[in-house]
Structure formats: structure tokens, C-alpha cells
T-cell receptor, first 111, second 112 residues
Framework: GQNIDQPTEMTATEGAIVQINCTYQ??????LFWYQQHAGEAPTFLSY????GLEEKGRFSSFLSRSKGYSYLLLKELQMKDSASYLC????????????FGAGTILRVKS | DVKVTQSSRYLVKRTGEKVFLECVQD?????MFWYRQDPGLGLRLIYF???????EKGDIPEGYSVSREKKERFSLILESASTNQTSMYLC???????????FGPGTRLTVT
């Protein structure tokens, strides 16, 4: 199926760490993407995970567990500019060359 | 720098009008996609194309059609615009080997 679930909204404080979770159910999993989307702008690529484990890229890290159908995006040292929507997207054999997106998580960073 | 462009950022049309949304990419990508994005619903796939003159329906194709006459250009057509087609429309492209999608800036369409 195309069940991709993310929390709708999260709020965190500047300088803190926040974890945004994504769960999915699919067959023939090929990989999972995270995108960032600021209000009124296009989504931009953050990370891609195909193997289990943690991928670190500066302040952002992404984790994948294929057996659990679970991923998270970890944002450290939060800045106000990190306020955005974060989209989880799954690539799977059953989808062909398409990605299926979750509804997105709106992250609000407060000072 | 890779680029996906869309013909308009904002568009206002009347009910019943025929609407064309254009998308151009300069990355020589085979795959191109049209999504609409609505609050709480995320990105929903309308149509996609794997090659010139090829098109496939996505999850919500009703009321839309597409055209891909050249590899770099993918057009979305609303044959007779309706108020429930008021939305943000996003175009994306990808190569078949990486699947990472590059998005255009979006067109916010209002149908009155």
C-alpha cells in the first residue's frame, strides 16, 4: 500500500534537537528520501537512505530501519530558518519510478 | 546548477477556462511529474511521463491531461477549470537511475 505516516506538526526551541519520524508500509522497498519545503517554495532534497543505519550530513542526519518500516530525520542545533515542512518520500518497486510522499511535518522553531 | 522552471508563480483563472501550466527542465531527465499540493494532503501525483510522448496517470488524474512533445518540457492542462482545482501545482523531474526528484518553484492556481 501507500501508507506513509508522519506527525502533522512539531514545535521545538532554537538550539535544541528534534526528531521527525516517518513510518511506511510497502513491498519492494528501494529507498527513502527526506525533503525540506519552506512556505511557498519548492521542496529541496535533504537525504536519501537505502541501507539501514544513520547517514549524517552536517546538522541533519537521517536514519532507516527497513525491517521496521521506519525512518527519522534528526535536526541538531536548531535554527529559526529550519522552520519548514519536512516531507518523507518512499521509492519502492510497486511504485515504479515514482516516489510516494507523506503529508509532511510542519516544524516550528521558537526562540 | 540544475533547474526546473514553471511558467507562472501565480495564476488566476475563471471556472470553465482551459488552463496550461508549463514546466521545463535543463537536466536531460527522462522522468517528469506533475503534483498538486494541498494543506494536510501532501503531494499528490497527477500525471507523469517516462519519455517523450509517453504519459501515465498518477493518483488523481481526473480533470487533467498532459502533453510531452519534447524531452525537456511537460505541460499540464486543465480542460475546464473548476474551483476544486485551486491548489499549488509542482512539477518535478528525475533520472531513472537516481530517482531523486528536482522540483520547480510551483504555480499557485486560483480558480474563481
Amino acid at each position: 500500500g501507500q501508507n506513509i505516516d508522519q506527525p502533522t506538526e512539531m514545535t521545538a526551541t532554537e538550539g535544541a534537537i528534534v526528531q521527525i519520524n516517518c513510518t511506511y508500509q510497502t513491498s519492494g522497498f528501494n529507498g527513502l528520501f527526506w525533503y525540506q519545503q519552506h512556505a511557498g517554495e519548492a521542496p529541496t532534497f535533504l537525504s536519501y537512505n537505502v541501507l539501514d543505519g544513520l547517514e549524517e550530513k552536517g546538522r541533519f542526519s537521517s536514519f532507516l530501519s527497513r525491517s521496521k518500516g521506519y525512518s527519522y530525520l534528526l535536526l541538531k542545533e536548531l535554527q529559526m530558518k529550519d522552520s519548514a515542512s519536512y516531507l518523507c518520500a518512499v521509492w519502492a518497486l510497486e511504485y515504479g519510478n515514482k516516489l510516494v510522499f507523506g503529508a509532511g511535518t510542519i516544524l516550528r522553531v521558537k526562540s | 546548477d540544475v533547474k526546473v522552471t514553471q511558467s507562472s508563480r501565480y495564476l488566476v483563472k475563471r471556472t470553465g477556462e482551459k488552463v496550461f501550466l508549463e514546466c521545463v527542465q535543463d537536466m536531460d531527465h527522462e522522468n517528469m511529474f506533475w503534483y498538486r499540493q494541498d494543506p494536510g494532503l501532501g503531494l499528490r501525483l497527477i500525471y507523469f511521463s517516462y519519455d517523450v510522448k509517453m504519459k501515465e496517470k498518477g493518483d488523481i488524474p481526473e480533470g487533467y491531461s498532459v502533453s510531452r512533445e519534447k524531452k525537456e518540457r511537460f505541460s499540464l492542462i486543465l480542460e475546464s477549470a473548476s474551483t476544486n482545482q485551486t491548489s499549488m501545482y509542482l512539477c518535478a523531474s528525475s533520472s531513472p537511475t537516481t530517482t531523486e526528484q528536482y522540483f520547480g518553484p510551483g504555480t499557485r492556481l486560483t480558480v474563481t
